[in-house]
């Protein structure tokens, strides 16, 4: 399931409305379709993933949090 560039322009718009954060910027992956990066001020924090089921599409944003990157 290709992200379209009509989904990635929506879903920035999206997150920066979310998180009221103008600094959030999404793009392509270069070796896959389904999924886009998210990154805020050009740090990677996350990625998007498309899901299509039952005639429904759903993007999923995963973020994963290392242990070493929590404050003590």
Excluded: C, H, W
Aim: proline share 6%; glycine share 4%.
């Amino acid at each position: 399931m290709e992200i379209t560039p009509a989904e990635l322009i929506n879903i920035q718009a999206y997150l920066r409305s979310k998180f009221d954060n103008e600094n959030i910027a999404v793009r392509p992956r270069p070796q896959t379709t389904d999924s886009i990066e998210v990154l805020i001020n050009g740090e990677f924090m996350g990625l998007v993933y498309k899901d299509e089921d039952e005639g429904e599409t759903s993007y999923d944003f995963n973020m994963s949090i290392l242990d070493f990157d929590l404050p003590e």
